[in-house]
């Protein structure tokens, strides 16, 4: 799966972090990293994921097609897939609220 994320953390001792719709996702600087320009804190990347949403692969996202999302209405946008929760307290908690809501629909 591919998505747009932000890099938090440069991988130097410690591995690099992305931040992809709310979630903290390490990716390595010598394995994942797939760009001769270094990442730097606060840069919009692509993101590879795999099935186990772990970081495959990460590319800058080109200045020019920044520019151009920017540019595009909402509307025109493609849509983000959203990312499961994956821990069991998440989808605990995405159970309830679901619950819950259909609770207050009903009275």
Not at 43 to 52: A, H, I, K, P, Q
């Amino acid at each position: 799966m591919r998505t747009q994320g932000k890099v938090l953390r440069v991988p130097n001792v410690a591995p690099g972090l992305i931040m992809i719709q709310g979630r903290q996702f390490k990716f390595s600087g010598n394995t994942a990293w797939k760009s001769k320009v270094e990442p730097t804190p606060g840069s919009v990347v692509n993101v590879d994921l795999d099935r186990d949403l772990q970081v495959v692969a990460v590319t800058p996202v080109p200045e020019s097609q920044l520019a151009r999302e920017q540019a595009e209405p909402a509307a025109y946008r493609p849509a983000v897939r959203k990312l499961k929760p994956r821990s069991l307290v998440a989808r605990l908690v995405k159970k309830i609220r679901g619950t819950r809501s259909a609770m207050r629909e009903e009275v």
